[in-house]
């Protein structure tokens, strides 16, 4: 089975603080992806990377960075965290371009900034 | 615009009741479509997915959908639904070299009552 591991379930941080969250997969995915997901938005998407050292922004990029220096992981960096980034964090996986869509989701981590 | 909407934000069932899920969707090109489902507190589980061929796809736990062109609508179906069907269902989309981007839909909250 695919593993999608979120290194957190839960987080409190504070105002202003630098945040990491981490994604790690065990299936060799090229492509990889970060949501957040708040009550009657659904998912959307911030960042994903098809492959190393690189990454495309989603639909709401603002306020967060990414990193990709191994295949295998992807992080989520708020550079300074606010109150609007309070929210469940929701990381991804999937097979190469021209393969199947199919994502494979991480449990999630939810992310309180206080 | 690329879109995916789901009509009803929450819907109650009783259990061994009949389910339908609405999912409509808006997008260019020819659509890959997928249900998930969300139980509390984890993360997304897919249910069916829908590349091409018979419109009719069966998925786990005996759920269905049905994909309908002409109504750009892919709805899911349970003919009895169970306590431990409730969950937070999500339709998505996507398509072929899209490097595996999914559009997701808000979300439909699944309550069975006994």
């Known amino acids: 089975d695919v593993k999608v591991t979120q290194s957190s379930r839960y987080l409190v941080k504070r105002t202003g603080e630098k945040v990491f969250l981490e994604c790690v997969q065990d299936?060799?995915?090229?492509?990889m992806f970060w949501y957040r997901q708040d009550p009657g938005l659904g998912l959307r998407l911030i960042y994903f990377?098809?492959?190393?050292?690189?990454?495309e922004k989603g639909d709401i990029p603002e306020g967060y960075s990414v990193s990709r220096e191994k295949k295998e992981r992807f992080s989520l960096i708020l550079e300074s965290a606010s109150t609007n980034q309070t929210s469940m964090y929701l990381c991804?996986?999937?097979?190469?371009?021209?393969?199947?869509?199919?994502?494979?989701f991480g449990a999630g981590t939810r992310l309180s900034v206080l | 615009a690329q879109s995916v909407t789901q009509p009803d934000i929450h819907i109650t069932v009783s259990e061994g009741a009949s389910l339908e899920l609405r999912c409509n969707y808006s997008?260019?090109?020819?659509?890959?479509l997928f249900w998930y489902v969300q139980s509390p507190g984890q993360g997304l589980q897919l249910l069916l997915k829908?590349?091409?061929?018979?419109?009719l796809v069966q998925g786990i736990k005996g759920f269905e959908a049905e994909f309908k062109r002409s109504q750009s609508s892919f709805n899911l179906r349970k003919p009895s639904v169970h306590w431990s069907d409730a969950a937070e269902y999500f339709c998505?989309?996507?398509?072929?070299?899209?490097?595996?981007?999914?559009?997701f839909g808000q979300g439909t909250e699944l309550s069975v009552k006994p």
């Open positions: 997008y260019g090109a020819t659509p890959y």
């Open positions: 998505a989309v996507g398509a072929k070299n899209q490097g595996g981007k999914l559009i």
């Open positions: 991804a996986s999937s097979p190469p371009l021209a393969g199947e869509s199919i994502q494979y």
């Open positions: 829908y590349f091409s061929g018979d419109t």
């Open positions: 299936m060799d995915h090229e492509n």
């Open positions: 990377s098809y492959d190393v050292k690189m990454k």
